[in-house]
């Protein structure tokens, strides 16, 4: 893999001339990063769900209707 740390596009130093801190920080900002992004997937994945289950609801109700046996 590649020797540098690279964050939102841009190059850090070479890990091996970062300082414990400097390492640190960096894996903490890009976890919280991660973390936000995979917060965000969660929500639209969970109104995706809500979506989905309305829409089966409503079919089952158009098939009960029309006297379809589901």
Request: with cysteine; hydrophobic share 45%; charged share 30%.
């Amino acid at each position: 893999m590649n020797d540098l740390i690279t964050t939102e596009r841009r190059v850090a130093r070479p890990r091996s001339s970062m300082t414990v801190d400097e390492l640190l920080r960096c894996n903490i900002e890009s976890a919280r990063h991660q973390l936000g992004a995979a917060r965000e997937n969660l929500i639209e994945a969970r109104r995706r769900v809500v979506a989905l289950e309305g829409a089966v609801e409503n079919w089952f109700e158009m098939a009960q209707l029309a006297g379809r046996p589901v």
